[in-house]
């Protein structure tokens, strides 16, 4: 069965904060985005969740998050160990029912309002490099990094 409202969305988020987290704090943060992400998602009109990963690296420390569920439950592996004032998140979404671009809103609403106290967020949308090249010999959306740390 073929259907063509499949979308898929790559971007990686620069966090920075004006002083050290706590790492339970960024964890917490983490979550509520990816919970919020997927929520917003079924919102704006996704019939079907792929799944919607991330991998999250604050210093050393990488955790996982994965939601595959329409219950929005986020999966988390890993721990952050350490205060630190910077937070990278390599996200993908691969879902049924929205275009890419209204799930680059979501994103991009979702991590302003998600990591509060934070002076900056930076979104580099990973999508966009590919369609701008025609060597497709590279994986713009880095699936096997994120694969890598994931169940």
Same mark, same amino acid.
């Given at each position: 069965?073929?259907? !063509?409202?499949?979308?898929?969305?790559?971007?990686?988020?620069?966090?920075?904060?004006?002083?050290?987290?706590?790492?339970?704090?960024? %964890?917490?943060? =983490?979550?509520?985005?990816?919970? +919020?992400?997927?929520?917003?998602? =079924?919102?704006? +009109?996704?019939? =079907? /969740? +792929?799944?919607?990963?991330?991998?999250?690296?604050?210093?050393?420390?990488?955790?996982?998050?994965?939601?595959?569920?329409?219950?929005?439950?986020?999966?988390?592996?890993?721990?952050?160990? !350490?205060?630190?004032?910077?937070?990278?998140? %390599? /996200? !993908?979404?691969?879902?049924?029912?929205?275009?890419?671009?209204?799930?680059?809103?979501?994103?991009?609403?979702?991590?302003?309002?998600?990591?509060?106290?934070?002076?900056?967020?930076? /979104?580099?949308? %990973?999508?966009?490099?590919?369609?701008?090249?025609?060597?497709?010999?590279?994986?713009? %959306?880095?699936?096997?990094? /994120?694969?890598?740390?994931?169940?």
């Amino acid at each position: 069965m073929t259907s !063509n409202d499949f979308a898929a969305y790559a971007a990686r988020l620069h966090i920075a904060f004006p002083a050290p987290v706590p790492p339970e704090r960024m %964890l917490d943060m =983490l979550e509520s985005f990816m919970g +919020g992400v997927a929520l917003d998602c =079924l919102e704006a +009109g996704t019939t =079907l /969740i +792929g799944h919607i990963k991330c991998l999250a690296e604050a210093g050393d420390d990488p955790v996982t998050c994965s939601i595959t569920e329409h219950s929005a439950k986020v999966r988390s592996r890993g721990s952050f160990e !350490n205060p630190e004032d910077h937070l990278e998140v %390599l /996200i !993908n979404i691969l879902q049924y029912g929205l275009v890419k671009e209204e799930m680059e809103r979501i994103v991009t609403e979702r991590g302003e309002r998600s990591f509060p106290g934070r002076d900056t967020v930076e /979104i580099e949308d %990973l999508g966009a490099e590919c369609e701008e090249e025609d060597d497709h010999d590279h994986d713009h %959306l880095d699936h096997e990094h /994120i694969y890598e740390h994931l169940d």
